[in-house]
T-cell receptor
Framework: EDQVTQSPEALRLQEGESSSLNCSYT??????LFWYRQDPGKGPEFLFT???AGEEKEKERLKATLTKKESFLHITAPKPEDSATYLC??????????FGKGITLSVRP | NAGVTQTPKFQVLKTGQSMTLQCAQD?????MYWYRQDPGMGLRLIYY???????DKGEVPNGYNVSRLNKREFSLRLESAAPSQTSVYFC??????????????FGSGTQLSVL
């Protein structure tokens, strides 16, 4: 059965303090690992899609990496506006798309 | 390009009532999904349709039924609503080949309260 585990559940950072969010997964036939950001009361906002181990993608202060067992979302010099819940999901060979529980990030000014 | 259209945005039901949530996408996507989101639980998959003509159970299918009416439309039905089904529901779709730069497109969500 496909599983996605995100850690930590919550993370509090000082503005400018870089860190990483972890997404561990098991899936039969990976057809994509997705990162989304979600603000309270809003729908998920797309960040990245990764397909194969070793792949990396960057957008502003965010960088996503992928191995065969996990993905990391690195946040460099975060700002208060980066505060949100970050969701990770995997799509398997059967097209089933499973999300983790999310990581709530708070960045203090 | 409208993307994923989900209706209604809000709904209040009494226990035992039935309703159908509608979802349509205009991006010619093969796969469509229904999720529910509760505080601290992330997005939990209710049902999904990998392609037109197929549907499969997700993590939390009990109390729900789905219909993939055609390639565009994927509806979710609550036959006898229960308070435990109070949640925010999202429809989503995705398409393209295995190495295309895909992303999952979401509807705007339905806030459902069952009293």
């Amino acid at each position: 059965e496909d599983q996605v585990t995100q850690s930590p559940e919550a993370l509090r950072l000082q503005e400018g303090e870089s860190s990483s969010l972890n997404c561990s997964y098991t899936v039969s036939g990976l057809r994509g690992l997705f990162w989304y950001r979600q603000d309270p009361g809003k729908g998920p906002e797309f960040l990245f899609t990764l397909y194969s181990a070793g792949e990396e993608k960057e957008k502003e202060r965010l960088k996503a990496t992928l191995t065969k067992k996990e993905s990391f979302l690195h946040i460099t010099a975060p700002k208060p506006e980066d505060s949100a819940t970050y969701l990770c999901a995997v799509r398997g060979a059967n097209s089933k798309l499973t999300f983790g529980k999310g990581i709530t990030l708070s960045v203090r000014p | 390009n409208a993307g994923v259209t989900q209706t209604p945005k809000f709904q209040v039901l009494k226990t035992g009532q039935s309703m159908t949530l509608q979802c349509a996408q205009d991006m010619n996507h093969n796969s469509m999904y229904w999720y529910r989101q509760d505080p601290g639980m992330g997005l939990r998959l209710i049902y999904y349709s990998a392609s037109e003509g197929t549907t499969d159970k997700g993590e939390v299918p009990n109390g729900y039924n789905v219909s993939r009416l055609n390639k565009r439309e994927f509806s979710l039905r609550l036959e006898s609503a229960a308070p435990s089904q109070t949640s925010v529901y999202f429809c989503a779709s995705i398409g393209g080949g295995p190495f295309a730069n895909e992303k999952l497109f979401f509807g705007s969500g339905t806030q459902l309260s069952v009293l």
